[in-house]
């Protein structure tokens, strides 16, 4: 089935621990995306990536890292120098970043992430 | 700072009844605009997306587009229990990117 993957589903972090969630695609869209989420609240961005290779800062990149070494991958970290990780993150893809129609986002299950 | 503007409800609809939600906008030149469903604790998923002014419908639900005016707002007729959520409204700017709305709460009492 095409779609979107995240992993893991629940994550505990320690304080002054590094660490990753992974997102994988299928569906051969150029474009990746990481939210944030947290209780009540809309959507943040934190990083985005139109092409392999590239990838920009969205609103709230303090704090975490991404790399794009392969189309179908956009691992997010979330580094001890954010401070507040505790929320709800969401992976999403699109067939291209930036087309003045369409261009649907599509989300992953999501992963939740606790500071214990 | 270009907006999207949503009550946050909670929005509580008789079943059977038409549920309207609403949303606006800031940036004049945005070019596209979706309505994804989000149950608790679940991601988003696409209701639907309108390009062009007026009313756009795929089965119980409409969406109305009003560039004029800046809003764009969801119909959803014959509320179903299983359609209590919460209902994001995104809209791409002028500059292709996607601002979000905070949401609304969908509350459909049986």
């Known amino acids: 089935d095409g779609g979107i993957t995240q992993s893991p589903k629940y994550l505990f972090r320690k304080e002054g621990q590094n660490v990753t969630l992974s997102c994988e695609q299928n569906?051969?869209?150029?474009?990746m995306y990481w939210y944030r989420q947290d209780p009540g609240q809309g959507l943040r961005l934190i990083y985005y990536?139109?092409?392999?290779?590239?990838?920009q800062k969205g609103d709230i990149a303090e704090g975490y890292s991404v790399s794009r070494e392969k189309k179908e991958s956009f691992p997010l970290t979330v580094t001890s120098a954010q401070k507040n990780p505790t929320a709800f993150y969401l992976c999403?893809?699109?067939?291209?970043?930036?087309?003045?129609?369409?261009?649907?986002?599509?989300f992953g299950e999501g992963s939740w992430l606790t500071v214990v | 700072q270009k907006e999207v503007e949503q009550n946050s409800g909670p929005l509580s609809v008789p079943e059977g009844a038409i549920a309207s939600l609403n949303c606006t906008y800031s940036?004049?030149?945005?070019?596209?605009f979706f309505w994804y469903r989000q149950y608790s604790g679940k991601s988003p998923e696409l209701i639907m997306s309108?390009?062009s002014n007026g009313d756009k419908e795929d089965g119980r639900f409409t969406a109305q587009l009003n560039k004029a005016s800046q809003y764009v707002s969801l119909l959803i007729r014959d509320s179903q229990p299983s359609d209590s959520a919460t209902y994001l409204c995104?809209?791409?700017?002028?500059?292709?990117?996607?601002?979000w709305g905070a949401g609304t709460k969908l509350i459909i009492k049986p």
């Open positions: 999403a893809s699109s067939i291209a970043a930036g087309a003045a129609s369409g261009n649907t986002i599509y």
């Open positions: 569906l051969n869209h150029d474009a």
């Open positions: 990536s139109q092409i392999v290779n590239d990838f």
């Open positions: 940036d004049r030149g945005s070019q596209s």
């Open positions: 309108i390009y």
């Open positions: 995104a809209v791409r700017d002028s500059n292709y990117q996607l601002i």
